[in-house]
C-alpha cells in the first residue's frame, strides 16, 4: 500500500471533493481492493468506527504531506480540513507504534530462506490497517522520495504525487489539461 494510494481517497469531481472512505460500503469496497498490502482477507468488512480512524489518520498524512511539500502550499481543496502539524505527526507515529512486529522465517520449497516483518499475535484488524497505512507514510516522508512530493495545482484538485520528471507540473495529463484551460480562459477574460 502507497501513502499516495492512502491520500488519493480524497479526488477531485467536477463538483468538489469526493472521497472514497466517506461511507462503511466505501471503506469496504477500498479495503478489499489492497487486501494483500493491509493484511485483511479478501472479504474485508469495515467498521463505522475502522472507517472514522483511517479518515482520521489520512488527514493528518495529507497534513504532513502539506508539510512535506512546503514552502508550496497545501492541496488547496481541503487544506482548511487538515489538522495541525504537531497533532499529524504524533498519531502517526503512535498508529505505527501500536502494533508490535516480529521476525518471520520463511523458507519456500525451491528456494533460499528470508526473514520477514510480521504483526505481533493480538494485534486487532483495525490496528493492523492503520499501522499499515500510517508506517507506509513513514517510510515515504522519511526516504529519499519524499524530495520528489508534490501538490497538483490544477484547479480543483487535491491529489499529491512524486514528481517523476523535470517538466512535470501536474499529476495527471488531464490536470495538466484542466489547468492549462483555466490559464488560457483567464488570460483572454483579462486581456
Known amino acids: 500500500m502507497s501513502a ?19 461511507d462503511v460500503e466505501g471503506m469496504t469496497a477500498w ?14 468488512v469495515a467498521s463505522e468506527e475502522l472507517r472514522r480512524e483511517v479518515v482520521e489518520l ?9 508539510r512535506a511539500v512546503g514552502p508550496g502550499a497545501a492541496s488547496g481543496a481541503d487544506a482548511h480540513r487538515l489538522p495541525g502539524f504537531a497533532e499529524s505527526l504524533d498519531l502517526v507515529n503512535a498508529t505505527a507504534l501500536a502494533v508490535p512486529l516480529a521476525a518471520r522465517l520463511e523458507w519456500p520449497a525451491e528456494g533460499a530462506p528470508l ?26 516522508l522519511a526516504g529519499p522520495r519524499r524530495e520528489r512530493l508534490r501538490t497538483c495545482p490544477a484547479p480543483r ?20 489539461n484542466r489547468a492549462r484551460a483555466a490559464r488560457h480562459y483567464q488570460q483572454h477574460r483579462d486581456g
Open 157 to 176: 484538485c487535491v491529489l499529491y504525487f512524486l514528481k517523476d520528471h523535470a517538466r512535470q507540473e501536474w499529476c495527471s495529463v488531464g490536470c495538466g
Open 115 to 140: 526473514a520477514r516483518t510480521v504483526p505481533g499475535d493480538g494485534t486487532s484488524e483495525s490496528a493492523r490497517i492503520r499501522a499499515a497505512l500510517a508506517t507506509s507514510a513513514i517510510e515515504l
Open 4 to 22: 499516495l494510494e492512502f491520500v488519493s481517497t480524497v479526488r477531485a469531481t467536477r463538483t468538489g471533493p469526493a472521497d472514497t472512505l466517506a
Open 58 to 66: 489520512r488527514q493528518a498524512v495529507r497534513a504532513l504531506f502539506a
Open 31 to 44: 479495503g478489499r481492493a489492497h487486501a494483500a498490502q493491509l493484511g485483511v482477507d479478501p472479504g474485508f
